[in-house]
């Protein structure tokens, strides 16, 4: 940035500040300069709204309600206002929208839902208009930045971007300086403007529209930020009739023009609200009479009436992870993340904070009884920001013991010797060595959650056991979960999501008898015989409590299944009938550039393989070659809309994240996630 470039700017923000206005909120504790007497460009506009507000709460004291919210960085009234007639039974039960204006001060977004809401008033006794507002609630905030609409600033009066405020998906990134045009803040709902706004609507169980107002293009808007191609999700449906409604001449986009431009209004009330959301950038103030064909009106009337059909949605972000967090001693990572200073385990926590699932899988994190591990990743890890990227929390926990290391008492590998990592249930060191952990925004219902750590092997009906490797006696022991299996109930609101997490054994590392290769294939069955009603009754979990998923159930499966559909040594049957099972699980097939590329770059045994390179998950050398071995596979209950492997291309800045495999980053293994969404009940 050259000096005078900078020192417009700098006497930009002192104008701002000099603006008159009332004092500035106290919980800004930073200097402040005195106001000005000259009067700012924005404020005669700002007090001919307000005068307006009050003549409809004069003249229509039965249709409009002002509720206040909150105060703006200068201490003006942040309000709402109620439009309709509902009452009784009605007033509890009425669909709801919420129309906002004036979010970018310099744009007079203000001047069309000032308009809109008037004409809707001034139109309440035609018919149409009539039984609208009888059976909706509409909400209008036209000064959602009251400082920055009376100084003529996009910005708040601290200098924020309030559309890049909320708490979308920012692409994990806290970017941005003071100075540019979008800053989002230090923060999400960083400014008490934005934090308004959440904390009322919020509490609007009703609500089923969400309009942004902004000037000056031709552009209708859908959530929400993509970095992995084009959207499938509600929003976008609805939007299509909504611009036909309007005449068809407002060009259709999602919020993806810049991918810095994270934390949107609308990108929120999706994710956060499950809301229906749009943006209106609307390309001139039209004529100030009314007219039935005026863009702002037909679309106010058509999301109005669509407002009584429009639904709630979940919409989430799963993910699974083998983090390669394990240690050659017990007790060994625990110590590690008691101090933030583990390369390793700073790339892990920069990968989850740029992707930032809902619900995340970690695999081969060492387990210990106190769960030290895990507090001190989430504490020294995800809590501080890594590389700028935006810190995470996961206030929702599931951990539990591993069969990995529990001594057998037998010589399970037949070498002779009793003890040691092969002769364990499950391939381990240690207790809890290669462990699993569940990490979730969302609660978790630990009395429904179920385990299957315990289960036989020889419990499987038509289990693919080694004839004459194992004695009667180590059946009458042998489990067949090498690490467990995991039905963890995730609350998200009000409806159940089953995440059935696993990671079973690697199909190698053994002889002739592939005892590794017939134990990783029943492991994977286990599940798909779990969500197939009449396939699961035989399965019983470690409550004694028996049978599989009831019908309907919605559900995901998470872990690293060390299986590939089409590669590699596994017994490839079982995640052929897990990925095709008819009415079961959605493979999306979460994709990168940057598998395609390395699978290249490798050679080797990758040359052979038949599967597609995009869809490998795992780098594993040119002896073995890429494989797909993670998954994320919804139940139809859900919808995906997109999903991806964060396998960044070698281009990419965040590629020194992954490497080129040796030496290992993070991880020899990829994130996969995937984004669904579900109506709520």
């Known amino acids: 940035m050259n000096t005078l470039h900078l020192r417009c700017q ?5 104008a701002l500040a000099q603006a008159s206005g009332p004092a500035l909120a106290q919980d800004d504790t930073r200097p402040q300069i005195a106001p000005s007497t000259v009067a700012p460009p924005g404020l005669a506009d700002y007090e001919a709204g307000l005068r307006r507000v009050a003549g409809w709460l004069e003249k229509h004291p039965d249709l409009v309600t002002r509720v206040p919210i909150g105060k703006s960085v200068q201490g003006r009234e942040l309000f709402v206002l109620r439009v309709t007639s509902a009452s009784g039974a009605m007033l509890e039960k009425a669909p709801e929208m919420y129309l906002g204006g004036g979010i ?39 000064f959602v930045n009251p400082d920055g609409i009376v100084t003529r600033q996009r910005k708040n009066a601290r200098g924020v971007d309030l559309n890049r405020n909320f708490a979308g998906r920012r692409r994990g990134r806290a970017e941005g300086r003071p100075l ?11 400014e008490p403007e934005t934090r308004a706004v959440r904390d009322f609507l919020r509490a609007r169980k009703n609500l089923r529209a969400w309009l942004d107002l902004h000037r000056s293009a031709q552009i209708a808007f859908a959530p929400e930020v993509s970095d992995a191609g084009p959207l499938g ?10 611009i036909r409604a309007m005449g068809g001449k407002y060009a259709q986009r999602q919020t993806t023009i810049q991918l810095r431009d994270a934390g949107f209004s609308i990108d929120w009330a999706w994710r956060e609200l499950g809301v229906i959301a749009f943006t209106w950038e609307l390309n001139s103030s039209g004529p100030e009479g009314f007219r039935e064909a005026d863009v702002r009106w037909k679309g106010l009337m058509h999301l109005l009436d669509k407002a009584g059909q429009y639904r709630r949605y979940s919409v989430l972000r799963f993910a699974t992870f083998n ?15 008691k101090t933030p200073d583990s390369p390793q385990a700073k790339a892990i926590a920069e990968i989850l904070q740029r992707v930032r699932p809902d619900v995340v899988l970690l695999c081969e994190f060492d387990w210990d009884a106190k769960g030290e591990a895990v507090q001190g990743f989430q504490r020294n890890y995800l809590g501080r920001s890594q590389q700028g990227a935006l810190p995470i929390e996961y206030r929702h926990v599931f951990r539990a013991p591993s069969n990995t290391g529990v001594d057998s008492g037998f010589d399970l590998d037949n070498d002779g010797r ?9 391939f381990g060191s240690f207790v809890g060595q290669y462990g699993m952990v569940l990490l979730s925004r969302h609660p978790i219902d630990v009395g429904a959650t179920r385990t299957f750590r315990k289960f036989l092997w020889k419990e499987m009906p038509e289990a693919a056991i080694p004839e004459g490797w194992y004695s009667e006696e180590e059946l009458a022991v042998l489990r067949l979960s090498s690490k467990s299996h995991w039905d963890v109930v995730v609350d998200v609101h009000g409806t ?18 592939d005892r590794n290769g017939r134990r990783n294939h029943d492991e994977i069955r286990l599940f798909a015989d779990y969500i197939v009603p009449d396939r699961g009754s035989y399965i019983v979990d470690d409550r004694g409590r028996s049978g599989g998923l009831p019908a309907g159930a919605a559900w995901v499966i998470l872990g690293d299944y060390n299986s590939d559909p089409n590669d590699g040594d596994s017994r490839r049957s079982a995640i052929r009938d897990l990925l095709q099972l008819a009415g079961g699980a959605i493979d999306s097939g979460p994709a990168s550039q940057g598998a395609e590329e390395a699978a290249r770059r490798a050679g080797g045994a990758n040359a052979g393989h038949s599967g597609s390179p995009r869809l490998d998950t795992g780098s594993f050398g040119s002896r073995v070659g890429n494989l797909r071995l993670d998954y994320v596979l919804p139940s139809q209950r859900m919808r995906v809309m997109r999903s991806g492997v964060f396998w960044p291309p070698e281009k990419d800045p965040l590629y020194r994240l992954v490497g080129p495999g040796r030496p290992v980053v993070s991880s020899d293994h990829r994130m996969v996630w995937a984004d669904v969404e579900m109506l709520r009940k």
């Not at 000032?114 to 035609?126: I, N, Q």
């Not at 045009?181 to 999400?188: A, E, L, V």
């Not at 983090?323 to 993340?337: D, K």
């Not at 159940?496 to 008898?513: R, W």
């Open 323 to 337: 983090t390669s967090l394990h240690r050659a001693r017990p007790g060994a990572l625990a110590l590690e993340l």
């Open 496 to 513: 159940a999501i089953h995440a059935l997490c696993a990671h079973p054994t690697p199909p190698v590392f053994d002889g002739k008898e």
């Open 233 to 242: 999700n509600a929003c976008q449906e609805a939007l299509k009739p909504l």
């Open 418 to 426: 009793k003890g040691g990592a092969g002769d364990a249930f499950g």
């Open 10 to 14: 700098l006497l930009a923000l002192v």
């Open 104 to 142: 970018h001060g310099m744009e007079h977004s203000e001047q069309d839902a000032l308009w809109m809401c008037e004409s809707l008033l001034a139109h309440r006794r035609t018919a149409a208009v009539e039984k609208l507002l009888a059976t909706r609630i509409l909400w209008v905030q036209p």
């Open 180 to 190: 540019d045009s979008r800053y989002p803040g230090p923060r999400p709902f960083s």
